[in-house]
């Protein structure tokens, strides 16, 4: 939230806040997915660009962080309540600044020369009483050293300061030696957290929309020439938040199987496609018959839309007879799929 990094996301800064009653850190902007939301996706926070020059030399920002207890559910269940006839039930509509029960938090960036950022963060209470609120400015690096084995990682650590000023020492194999100066000597707490995928990606996680197969069919391609590029040594998480890695071809394969798997029988012998249309589901004299529809449910796979799309989403045939015949060796060899040069030799 209000964040910063080097133009490659190696090194991040950004703000999170707490106030004492939600069940979780504020780290990040809150919204509804794109079937949570009766309009489709939608941030539920009040957050402001104020200023910014046009070479980022200064920017300013405010959030507007409610004193009660920020009402995820609330958000999530009236709005999944309405039809898209309906107004959108917003933040404001919670009740949850009445009495103007919130918090104004602005963080300032200003550049005194290209290798020296000065911060500052200022919150006011807008409440008629005193409230408590915890500020916690974050420092981390993007973990890029798990995407390739024996890739060397960077460090934070404690520095000796001043009378003033706790720091931070932050080395990074490219970026070199980085520090951060925290005025009025603030605790300092480090960490070795990974992301929490349970709570980021768990349950209804379709913040993108439905599935589209040439959307899909064009990340495979890229896939496969970076898998070209690459080769086995550069390997990811996959699926998300298993602990297993997989090299880009895998990964190429991985979400080939998942849009034939929305076409195919699965155990209980039901395609994903026809979600609950027991007629297509059960009927002998229906259940071979397969739809190409326009697109697909992001969580169940369920067809949507028009149901003849033969003219993009048919290419799930294409992406079926390639991967049943195509071997990672002979693909690294002559940079070809099928008839189809992916690179020159």
């Known amino acids: ?54 070479s980022h030399a200064y920017m300013k920002c405010l959030n507007k962080y409610p004193q009660k207890t920020f009402p995820y559910a609330d958000l999530v269940d009236t709005n999944g309540s309405r039809n898209r006839h309906e107004m959108e039930y ?16 602005f963080v300032e960036y200003a550049l005194a020369d290209p290798e020296d950022i000065l911060i500052r963060i200022t919150v006011a209470n807008r409440g008629p009483e005193p409230a408590h609120v915890h500020v916690l400015p974050h420092l981390w690096f993007r973990n890029t050293w798990s995407w390739l084995e024996g890739a060397p990682r960077p460090e934070l650590k404690r520095m000796p300061g001043s009378s003033d000023f706790q720091v931070i020492a932050a080395g990074h194999p490219q970026l070199g030696d980085r520090f951060l100066a925290c005025e009025n000597k603030p605790a300092l707490v ?20 439905p599935i589209w197969l040439p ?27 298993s602990g297993h890695t997989m090299n880009l071809f895998e990964v190429a394969r991985e979400i080939a199987n998942r849009l034939s798997r929305i ?36 969580d ?20 079926l007879q390639m991967f049943a015949s195509l071997d990672p060796r002979e ?10 040069l992916m690179r020159s030799r």
């Open 1 to 54: 939230m209000a964040g910063i990094c080097d133009d490659k996301q190696r090194l991040c800064f950004a703000l999170a806040l707490w106030n004492g009653r939600d069940p979780i850190i504020k780290e990040r902007l809150f919204g509804l997915t794109n079937a949570e939301g009766n309009h489709g996706e939608d941030v539920k926070e009040y957050y402001f660009y104020l200023d910014n020059t046009p």
């Open 90 to 105: 917003e933040l404001l509509d919670t009740g949850v600044f009445d009495e103007d029960r919130y918090f104004d938090v």
């Open 190 to 209: 480090f960490t070795e957290n990974e992301t929490n995928h349970e709570r980021l990606f768990g349950g209804n996680s379709n913040w993108r929309g």
């Open 215 to 241: 959307v899909n069919t064009l990340i495979i391609r890229a896939l496969l020439g970076y898998y070209l590029y690459y080769g086995d040594r550069f390997r990811i998480e996959c699926p998300t938040g």
């Open 263 to 298: 076409f195919l029988r699965d155990e209980q012998g039901r395609r994903p496609l026809y979600g609950g249309t027991e007629k297509f589901q059960n009927d002998p004299h229906w259940r071979d018959y397969i739809l190409f529809h326009e697109y697909f449910h992001g």
């Open 300 to 319: 169940n796979g369920a067809g949507l839309g028009a149901s003849h799309q033969t003219g993009w989403t048919g290419i799930i045939a294409k992406t």
């Open 331 to 340: 693909l690294l060899e002559t940079g070809r799929v099928g008839p189809v």
